[in-house]
């Protein structure tokens, strides 16, 4: 049973990154910068030890072994929807919940990058030991390292299906769980070289040693510090460690053996008494108010388009934009690509926080370049909501709404979400980054003109071409149904080529202005009203093309992994 599931795990992982030569090349890539950061890693920690640091290198090798396990806990249980591979309850029918099922699941996890990736992490301290000459320490550094991989392998398999268990229970939990995976995505690990260029630059040894020494007790932490004990000669204090981490592992697995169960074969629950009743009685429903339509949710329905109707919009352009301007809120997948926008700006700030300029120039060029490109972004996602949409868009089609009215709807449904992310990003840079006054304007009249230029050429191009996107209840950064990563990059390059030529006029003209050649209202003038064209012009080509390739679109959309069940 264990050999199987390892074998059936190498096989998954090799039939998807061979069935993209992209995304082979790239594992390739990530599998040869992984070794290169092991390596420097182990020569790093060997030099250390031998020019005296030996016991600060027994801190950190306790610190970094702590955040690995805690990373292997964490980034899973955050994403227990994004990589379903091997998942329990796809397995339910083929095999039992078992004692060496549970082992058989545990052992092919660690089949793929980041187990093996790990083990090689956490075999460095022995490498450093070894050449260095104490060979007792090194051998216990490899019980150490036995001991956390098995303590990650564990809790990630516990607490990565307890969530999936709670996501699949509910469909809110599942949407807050994308929305702060995505957030943890970037404000964590995209500035991850950022906080470590910080923590190096204020490194602080006397800090470091007393962190140790208190990570070195949490369960996390206190593999690796067994032999930080053992180098210091506390014997008994190594024992301690030794208890906290078999505790911790049998902990794991014991809520392993508890959760998987629940994965596999559900929850029991009783029947109610209205239930029963609703079954004796032949109703399907146990509220039997509930069978007719309610005539005040057709109420509440017209409400949310009324005024879309008051700004003059066509009856089915309203509908579109009153359902576009709910499903950014609602829809994870929505919310999600909102929430990064916002986020890009704000790791331009940290950057002039964390680097060595104090006056913010070398911070606001990063903050100014990632809120032009959050601003293309988001032009994208608007002009790529058909295929946000999924299968959905069969009811537009056979409605027989116009192209021009599909392209409206959605543009201007979305424009409330694009205006209040805008306007909160111009106030964190006027306010955090220090950029005001004419800059501002400046930067918010671009951001405006990049937006509704790639917004424009989207609704064009994105009429007869379009690129996977996740399903309807898939997390938010999942990759495994967004289909080619090849096509999808081809039809991205595109759509920002057209928006950045389409935007070419008005920008000479701001750039004109912004160094003093062209007086400054000129530009906030011919900047806007470009935007519109753009726009306009985006509305009524994009609507004809709209009108001639809706159907093709709809069997393209079905044909992506994940959204044919959507139908």
Not at 309 to 323: D, I
Not at 422 to 427: L, N, R
């Amino acid at each position: 049973m264990v050999a199987l599931l390892m074998r059936m795990k190498a096989k998954l992982t090799w039939n998807s990154m061979k069935r993209q030569t992209a995304f082979l090349v790239l594992s390739i890539l990530g599998a040869l910068g992984i070794a290169g950061y092991v390596g420097m890693i182990a020569v790093g920690a060997v030099f250390s030890i031998f020019e005296g640091y030996a016991d600060l290198a027994s801190v950190m090798f306790t610190l970094i072994s702590a955040l690995a396990v805690l990373a292997w806990v964490i980034a899973p249980a955050l994403m227990a929807s994004a990589d379903n591979t091997l998942d329990p309850v796809r397995l339910a029918p083929f095999a039992a919940p078992s004692r060496r099922f549970a082992i058989g699941m545990i052992a092919a996890a660690f089949v793929g990058f980041a187990g093996i990736g790990t083990a090689l992490f956490l075999l460095v301290p022995f490498v450093a030991w070894i050449v260095s000459g104490h060979v007792v320490v090194a051998l216990v550094s490899v019980i150490s390292a036995c001991l956390a991989l098995a303590i990650s392998l564990v809790w990630s398999r516990a607490v990565t299906t307890w969530m999936s268990v709670q996501m699949t229970a509910s469909t809110r939990r599942r949407d807050l769980q994308g929305v702060i995976a995505t957030v943890a995505l970037f404000l964590f690990v995209t500035p991850l070289g950022l906080y470590i260029n910080a923590g190096i630059d204020n490194f602080n040894a006397a800090f470091v040693t007393r962190l140790g020494t208190i990570v070195g007790w949490t369960p996390m932490g206190a593999p690796f510090a067994i032999s930080q004990s053992v180098y210091e000669g506390n014997y008994l204090v190594a024992l301690a460690r030794l208890a906290i981490s078999l505790v911790t592992l049998w902990a794991g697995w014991k809520l392993w053996q508890y959760v998987l169960p629940f994965a596999m074969n559900g929850k029991a629950r009783p029947v109610s008494a209205e239930a029963r009743q609703a079954i004796a009685e032949g109703r399907h429903l146990i509220d039997p108010t509930q069978a007719a339509p309610s005539a005040r949710a057709d109420q509440r329905s017209f409400k949310h388009v009324d005024p879309w109707l008051r700004l003059g919009l066509p009856r089915a352009a309203a509908a579109l934009a009153a359902r576009t301007s709910h499903e950014f809120i609602r829809d994870p997948r929505l919310l999600s690509q909102l929430i990064a926008v916002g986020v890009l700006p704000v790791l331009g700030i940290a950057i002039s926080f964390m680097g060595s300029n104090s006056d913010f120039s070398f911070g606001n060029t990063f903050a100014i370049f990632f809120t032009l490109f959050g601003a293309m972004l988001f032009g994208g996602v608007v002009a790529t909501l058909m295929a946000w949409d999924s299968t959905a868009n069969w009811l537009s089609i056979t409605a027989g709404i116009r192209g021009r009215d599909e392209r409206l709807g959605r543009l201007v449904g979305a424009l409330p979400s694009a205006i209040s992310l805008f306007a909160v990003v111009m106030a964190l840079l006027a306010f955090a980054a220090g950029i005001q006054g004419r800059s501002l304007i400046y930067l918010a009249v671009t951001t405006v003109l990049l937006f509704c230029a790639t917004a424009g050429a989207g609704q064009i191009l994105h009429a007869r071409w379009l690129y996977p996107v996740p399903p309807p209840g898939a997390n938010p950064i999942s990759t495994k149904s967004t289909g080619s990563f090849t096509a999808t990059m081809l039809v991205q390059f595109a759509q920002w080529l057209a928006a950045l030529v389409a935007s070419l006029p008005a920008s000479v003209v701001l750039l004109l202005g912004f160094f003093g050649i062209l007086p400054d209202w000129i530009g906030y003038i011919v900047a806007p009203v470009w935007s519109l064209v753009c726009l306009v012009v985006g509305v009524i080509v994009g609507g004809h093309m709209w009108d001639r390739h809706a159907v093709t679109l709809l069997q393209q959309i079905k044909a992506w992994p994940g959204h044919a069940k959507t139908a």
